[in-house]
């Protein structure tokens, strides 16, 4: 499981020769640029109605992307609805992530009751359509960005867990963890230093994923108005308006432009996470792709 | 294969449990109850400790629990509050709809990513294989909201050819063409939602089976590359395809949430939604609870499947 050894090319050395993925961390990146740097420097207000402009405004020199039902700006709001989303889709990721790898180094390592309970754990949690999972906690514990990145980062642990604690089980007994646990290494060093960094490539590439994840859901439950709520926008609030059929067929300006955000972000990360896999795992490229 | 039935049996058994008290915690331990919602008003401290009692919410959680546990065992989930109903009449009334939904779009799915998939790997880097490796970026990454949206927008509002809301025009039945013109614009969502992962296994599946010996004694035998492919390839993954499309159920069955709430279908989703939204808690557990355990019966029932079909999985499990 070392695969990298033999190849004299880093992983960011195999990353960078994928064009497509680079381009796709480049325009996400600038994308994050953009969505926290542009509101203060063109001094946008996502939450003040310009009564001149009224309400439901076309897109104009002084609104780029027209007003909403109250006459607030509605780039301003695709901007900072892109903050939330976008904080919210990577912060659940990184709980997630954060979690999944103990739980399955873990139950892979230690076996018998850790990896009884904490699989069973990982089925109970996946027997459940993870949107009605997250619906219902959403609803119960109130939405709040804050906590609809927990109950989207605790619930997603289960994919990353069952990934290490799978790859844990082939590691734990390569000859050179068993020599290691011969010279008396302990457990959390031989942890730490022998097993983990020969689990962890196929978390890397999951985590752009479930960012994704996290920001298709965290849209769907605003899109449900279980999510974020006014003020505060997101892209699933912001598409909401179109739920009405007059937005939607004659205000196309409102909620086209988040509806692509979505897409061209969850893209991105999709894309980014594949360059990961084929630069972490050089077998995979065996596979015409 | 005993000794295999049973060991799944034996993991199925704390899983039920944990589902079942998942779903009573979490709505439980949730903030506010009831009491709150329906003794608005004129509630006082006697009037709402006479509703927690006649509701049973003043007895200790465990008591409440082994109660709703052994009303599930006989197919009793208990009374919704809103609609002061029994819960399991509710949600058989809405089961229908939701397995015609999903089952139809799922079958689309099914039949249109088999064919694509194996042609995909067949030629790799040509037209097909282009469209299928669209197909699955497109259903990863375009909320099926929007997918929703972009449907009613483009089909029902602008070329006026399907209903935008609802199963039936009249509110009950009357043809059959009616049903499948309400049915045709969620199924296809449903169907697009589940299609790309789809294509991309069926395309990854059989790929790997080409790379096997035994393609290599087929094609060594002069069999034509299509007989190769459809009758030693494919075949040869039809059971990651298999597990791909029943794993899949779980997520199907969530993104059926939100095309039924938005086409305003009659299903078990957006029975769910309403009864989130009107704080209606025995419903909410219900349905959860019948969704979830749904999904470990297939689950359960997919495991003793392979075992009979491939002996390799039951003997590399033991």
Known sequence: MTPFRSNPRSPWARFCRNRRAVVCLFLLCLELLLVFLLPPLMGLEPNVSDLEAGFWAPPSPAHWLGTDDVGRDLLARLLCGGQVSLLIGLSAAAISAALGVPLGLLAGYRRGAWEFWLMRLADIVQSFPSIILVLCLVALVGPSALNIVLVLGLLGWTGIARLVYGNTLTVRDQEYVVAARALGASRGFLLRRNVLPNVVAPVWCSIPLRAGRAILSESSLSFLGVGIRTPQASWGSLIQAAADLTVLTSRPWAWIPPSLCIIFTVLCLAVIGDGLRDALDPRSRRLPD | ?318
């Not at chain 2, 944990?18 to 903030?31: D, E, K």
């Not at chain 2, 200790?60 to 819960?87: C, E, H, I, K, T």
């Not at chain 2, 609802?166 to 509110?171: E, K, L, S, V």
């Not at chain 2, 059926?256 to 989130?276: K, T």
């Open chain 2, 1 to 318: 294969m005993g000794r295999y039935i049973r060991s799944r049996l034996i993991t199925a058994i704390p899983v039920f449990f944990g589902i079942t008290l998942l779903v009573f915690l979490m709505v439980n331990l949730a903030p506010g109850t009831i009491t709150d919602l329906m003794g608005e008003g004129a509630a006082n401290e006697a009037d709402r400790a006479a509703l927690e009692a006649s509701l049973g919410l003043d007895q200790p959680l465990p008591l409440r629990y082994a109660g709703w546990l052994a009303g599930l065992f006989q197919g009793d989930l208990g009374q919704s509050y809103f609609y002061n109903r029994p819960v399991s009449r509710l949600i058989v009334q809405r089961v229908g709809p939701s397995l015609l939904l999903t089952g139809s779009g799922v079958a689309l799915a099914v039949a249109a990513a088999l064919p694509l998939g194996v042609l995909a790997a067949w030629k790799p880097r040509s037209v097909w294989d282009r469209l299928a490796s669209f197909l699955s970026l497109l259903s990863f990454g375009v909320p099926g909201f929007v997918l929703c949206l972009g449907g009613i927008a483009l089909f029902a509002v602008t070329l006026g050819w399907l209903p935008t809301h609802g199963m039936y025009a009249a509110g009950t039945f009357t043809s059959l063409g009616d049903l499948l013109r309400h049915l045709v614009l969620p199924a296809g969502v449903v169907c697009l939602s589940s299609l790309g992962e789809l294509v991309k296994q069926t395309r990854s599946a059989c790929l790997e089976s080409l790379g096997q010996d035994y393609i290599l004694t087929a094609r060594a035998k002069g069999l034509t590359d299509g007989a190769v492919m459809v009758r030693h390839a494919f075949r040869g993954s039809l059971v990651p395809v298999l597990t791909t499309i029943l794993s899949h159920i779980p997520h199907i069955l969530g993104g059926s949430v939100v095309v039924e709430q938005i086409f305003g279908w009659p299903g078990m989703g957006s029975l769910l939604f309403s009864a989130i939204s009107q704080r209606d808690y025995p419903l909410v557990m219900g349905v959860t609870v019948v969704v979830a355990l749904g999904v470990l019966l297939t689950n359960l029932l997919l495991d003793l499947v392979y075992g009979l079909a491939d002996p390799r999985v039951r003997y590399g499990k033991e």
